[in-house]
């Protein structure tokens, strides 16, 4: 089993590293989920939902979830 950490990227690089990389999972650890939640995108979508995804946030509230849950993302949590 391997982890690969990356550093601070644009969201827009999640759809290119997951799908050249073929993860078996995806943890995104952000203070501010709006970056990745405020673009549209289809293939971060799509890339989420074809793979287990764990959110890791700063602040965690019915929004966040509501926003990560369109996303395919089942996963959030609290990190302090």
Sequence with gaps: MEVNLLSAAAASTLVY????DEPDA???ATED??????????DLIEVFSS???VLLSGRIH?????RA???HIRSSFLCR
């Excluded at 590293?17 to 050249?20: E, K, L, N, T």
């Excluded at 989920?33 to 289809?42: L, R």
Aim: charged residues 20%; positive net charge; without cysteine.
């Design 26 to 28: 995806i943890l995104i």
């Design 69 to 71: 849950a369109a996303f």
């Design 62 to 66: 019915a929004v966040l979830r509501k």
């Design 33 to 42: 989920f709006g970056t990745v939640a405020d673009q549209s995108d289809s």
């Design 51 to 53: 793979t287990s995804t």
């Design 17 to 20: 590293r997951a799908v050249s």
